[in-house]
Each structure stands twice: as C-alpha cells, then as structure tokens.
C-alpha cells in the first residue's frame, strides 16, 4: 500500500513548491507526531518540496500570514514533537463559509498560497477540520490554482469515519484503561466505599469511554459504562448503581461528557455556550450524577473529571499510537506529492490474526461532518457495559510505550520559534 | 544513622515474634512500597520475626481477626507491590476511644495479639493513624504487655510533623506537575482560550497544590496558585483572574480543595458529610470558582478536578518517592526490633548542597494531629503563587521514574490472596 503511493509518484510531471501544515480542532497527545511524520517526510521529498512552513492556529495563521518556518527549528525541538501533547503549534475553530456565498477567506488564502507559493497543504484535525480542508479544495479546484490538499486525521473522539481508528485515539486510550484501574484500586482500599462517577469525554460517540472498560481486563474495571450510543434513563442509572452498591458497598461507573436521553437531550448541565462549530459545550455530568445519587439514594458519591487531561497525557503515550501518528503524516506528504488531492488519510486494519495497519485515502467531504458511532454489537444488551469485540477492537491500539523525556522529573516538551 | 539503629539490636535480649502490619488513612501511589520494605526487612530478621502478617482495612482486620499471611503469598505478587497504587490490603478510617474511657476495642486487641504472638506492630499512614498507634502503644504500656509498635509515615498531602516530607507526596507532585505542564501546553493551543480551574487535594496543607508550581519551569505553568494556608477572597480571586485573562486570553489557576475564607469557612460547597474523624468531605470548590468565573466575569470556565487520581498515578511514580517508602518500611523493623516502641519514622535531610536523607524516629504523640503547613517563605507576598525556596524544597522529591509493569498496554497490580 505504501508502494501504491509512491508508484504514482514517477509517472507525473513534478510540481516543486512549498507545503502547508496546520492543526485544528482539540488536540491530542498525538498530533504534534503527526506534525513529526509530516516535517520528515518533506524533507525528503526535496524534489517535490522546497520548505515546510506551518500555520499558527491553523488556517487563522494563513489568513492572517502567521506562519513558522521549520528551516529556523532545531533539530531537538523537532524531535521533542513526537513527546509534545496539545498542538505545538496552534489550533482553531473556524468554519469557513461556503466560498459561492462568500469568497473573501477564500481570495485571502489564494493570495497567501500564491505569495508562498504553496503547492501542498496538509490539514491535521477531526471532522471539522476536514470540513475546512475539503472547502479549499473544492475552492482551489473551481477557480484552477493547482494545490493538492491531503487531510491528517487526528481525533481522540475515535468518529471518524471510513478509518479503522484515529491517531490520537490509543493514547487518550490508554491513559484512561490505566488511570480507571488506579482508581478502582484505590477504591477498594475502603469496604465502605463510595459511588464514583468519572467523566469522559465524547459528545456523541462513546469510544473514549469503552476504552474504561480495557480496566476490567487487570480486574480493576468500571462496574457501569454508559456511552451517548445508548439513551440514558436516570431511573435506570439509580437502580443499577443502588443494586451495584448493595452488593459491594461501591461502585465506579465511568459516563460519556455526551449522555443523552431518550429525546435527545444532553443529560450534562451545559453551560449554554456554543463553539464556532454550534456544539455545545458540555461538562458537569458527573458532577450531576454524583449529586443525584447522594440526595436520591443517599449513598456517598464523588465526581471525577479528567479535563483536558484524557488528551494530552503524553506522559503515558502508546507506542503504536505514535508511530501511527508518524505515518500519517507521511502518507499524506507521499498522497500530496503523487498530485492527490482532496482526500484523507484512513487506516484500515488487515484482518489477519496479528494487528497491522495498512494507509489509504478517501475523498474529505464524505469524511467532514460524519461521526462514526460505536457499534450495537460492542455494547451490551443491558446498554450498560461493553462487549468483548470492542477489548479486541481496542487492545492493540494502546500496546507500548513512548517513554518521556524527563529532566528534573518533568517532561520536555517542543518550542518552536 | 542505619549503623545506629542496627547498633541497639545487638546488646538487647531478643524477643521472637510475629509482625502484624497494617495500613490506614488515604492511599498513596506507594504506600504498598512501604509494606514491601516492611515485608522484605522483616524476612531479613528471622531472628527476631518469625512471620509477617497483615491486617485488612487496618485496624478492622486486626479487631475482626482478618488477615493475610505473607507466607502464603508469591514472590511476583510481593514484588509488583512496589507498582501498586492505593491500599493493597485494604485501609480504614477508624478511630479508637480512648482505652481510658473504652477499653472494649483494646481487649478484643490483646486477645488477638496474644493469639497470634505479635510483638512487632507496624501502622502506616498520615495524622490520624499515627493517633491509632500511638493509643495502642500508650495501652499496651499501660497494661504491660510487651509489644514494640512503630508508625511509618505516609500521606499525599505532605502534612506530618518532623519529617522533611512524606513518602506518597513525591509521587503525586510529580503527577500534578507533569498534569498541569499538559494541561497548560493543551490550553494554549487557542487564541481565545478559557479559565481552566485544576481542583488538587490538600484540607489544611497547600504542598500538593504548591506542586503545580513545579510545571512553570517547563514555561507551562499555573498562572495563580491557591493555598489553604493563605485565606482566600472570592473578590481578590475574579480580580487575578480578569487581569491575566485580559493580557493572556487564558488562565490556568490551581486551587487546593481546603481553601477557606477569612473566617475559615471552607470555599468548597462541601457535601455536609464528615468522616469518622469529624473531617469535612471537601470537593467542588474549582467548579463553584468556574461557575464564579463564568457568571461574574463572563469569561469561559472549565473545572478539572483530577480526584484520587492524583493519589493514585502509580504509572508515573517517582522513582526517589518509590525507594523513600521502602526504606521507611525498612527503618520501621529495625527500630521494631531494636526494642524502640511508640516512634514514628522520620526523614531528615542532610544541609548538603546534595540530595540526601537520613531516617530517624519521633514519639507518636507528637506526630499524631498536628499539620505542618507550607511555610509562608514558600508563598508569594500576593499569596497567589509560590517561591524559589519551595522549588528547590520539592524538586528532589520527583526525581527519576519507577516505570510500570505493563501487559496488554495496562499495569499489573499486585494481587494478594
């Protein structure tokens, strides 16, 4: 599959010019990798790339020609990238505009592609971001200015869709399996215990929060797991805690950000803000939970919210991960070069025995705006827990680990210049 | 200093018996290291231990007769306690009456002890279970039964007297520390970024918090500091925040669970619940100042509120955290078996411009119930921040890691029967 992209590569006249990158939407524990994979496969695609230079805040930064020069980085800044959470480099939400409704971003950027010459744009980032990626592609592709434009997928969120999983995905993965098991086993220290309710993020799939469930593998898992999949009742949840509780004297249950009930409404106190995108933004359901089940039942119960925390722990990174994350990014660099263009980057996975991951593209605009759910057969038929297709789904994708580089006990991270 | 307390075992007519140990109060990430020490320095003395056993749920098990025997356990479950968080053999918080007033627990106590022929007992925990032990000591003095108790120190918060700090503290510095680095380094992917207010736990002792501090030698830092030990103004508070937002466009506060107004009157919306101890179960206080934040201000506002976790993070231990609390356990049977009885452990450090500890012992009683707070030549003079003197106290705290022992992209804990 590498070979089919880079067999494309010598059959076409070259197109010398620069390459853009940029990210957007939230960031992972990942995503700076992806930068990584992208920066080094540039640099040795000379034939085809002069320069790599990055968007700061993502396509702000080119609206507004706030770039970063990769010539000017150090070598060990560049190398830190694959240890950095968060996005080294900016992020954003922008939603561009439908270009025949209003052209002005559009005609900014075209000025900006032209003075840079910037013949290759990657955009590193989720189903929004790809939103925005296949916008300028189909703008550059109407008024004829020769760009190929590669999506790099990243998202925690795990819903993209036509792509095995997403970078970005097994670490946050990981970080939640082993923080849930601590938290088990620190509960367990008490035969009186506590009804603890974590919350995890995903608006509307609950991927994020399956993966709590890779905890019961080492038997220190969540007693209960409720994904946004499946309509949340909370009579429902106060019958299971409650019987859960009688039986063991605590209870952990581990709840996606992005719970609804049966009409469809977000269970979370939201705080009634939008982002550019429309989507609320959620929060306080544990909190909620947790508030519910003291006053209903009358049992002791504490919130848990990991925050930003669950993507940007790149203190307990997964290997695979990373190195997916790297790739990406070089396959994207390699689809660019190969006069590809308004695709994105998907993993599919063989269906051998062992794990392995194979690159491909798919065009942006069926990848923007489409959330990939957990599947009915990964969810258990009390809509409570999950199943064991989903361990197998998961457990490969959180395997190894990409120590940090600690100095003074504290990691390094990457600053660019 | 191990010389001295090796020195008294020699001279003394030896005392054979059985060593009963037990753990109480909060967990730590390695307070199970503390009990490997116990365990393997107890093996080393044959000639005085003959078996090592454990209560369960502390003092619990001892009073209900529930054990488990060392012996019986295998080598590999005993070695993966030094990677295992929480309370391996189950804690308590249980307070005993005074023998004076009720001597019921302290009868039921003796015909156990004599039943099982202890005459070694070790407690390890923070404040109040040093109360616990001290009781038992001054009861078995009294009525003369001949058993050599000794307390090995441990608590996330830092807060016990006479000791330079306290095994568990290190560990769950270093988590917060790497936390807020991520967090920062995460928040500062956007232009337009929020008030992220990071709860830490700490009742009347801001050290765990003060560790946040660590984080902005990175560059990613807290911007404020909170600590219970400064009395905090809600007014002062927006004031502090409204300012760097103004200039940063984000802010990044940590604020310690236990602050409390001029009047000491906790911050926190407490749940109303105390603890067997007659303590307040705090929570909640960095979703009131968000909320605060939000509705006052105007200004976007998230919570994160890391829970047990931070008590919990065995996957990123400090390694000098780890060996501190194998060798309290250590310390601990050799001044059992040197005929020292109602002691705690503490740790000295040398005036050397090198890191160095010494172990040394301090009567019970004066260990137990007293909170050493962080001193106010640690606290900036806005009481909004830390200073260099405190850096220098916690940064040898958090030095080197005790990687985990991963199967399956999750850690093993240790699992005693």
Known sequence: MILYLNMGVSYMAKLKGNLLYGQSGGP?????????????????????IDEVIIMKHGIQGALNEEFIFIKDQSEEEIELLKHTPGS?????????PDFKEDDTNYLR???????????YFLYNGGNDSMD???????????????????????T?????????HTPGYGSAAKFIANT????????????????TIVEIMGRHAGWLTAASAIASLSGFGPDLIYLPEIPFSIEKFKKEVSEIYQKKRQCLVAVSEGISNEEGIFISSSSGLKDAFGHFQLGGVASKLASTVSADLGIPSRPVEFGSTQRAASHIQSLTDVNEAIEVGRQAVRAAISKKTNLMVVMNRSSKEQYEITYDLRPLNLCANTEKKVSKSMINSKGNGITKEFINYVLPLIQGENLPQYKNGIQQFSKMK
Chains 1, 2 share one sequence.
């Open 156 to 164: 925690i969120d795990n819903d993209l869709p036509f792509t095995d």
């Open 109 to 119: 950027l075209l000025y900006i592609f032209k003075k840079y010459n910037i013949r």
């Open 180 to 195: 849930i098991m601590e938290i088990s086993y620190d509960m367990h220290a008490y035969h009186n215990g506590k009804v």
């Open 88 to 96: 080294a480099f900016g992020s954003v939400r922008h939603k561009l």
């Open 28 to 48: 992972t524990s990942v995503i700076n990798a992806s930068a990584y994979g992208v920066i080094k496969e540039a640099q040795k695609q000379s034939d085809f």
């Open 132 to 154: 925005t990626c296949a916008k300028i592609a189909d703008y550059f592709n109407h008024i004829n200015y020769e760009c190929y434009i590669i999506g790099v997928p990243k």
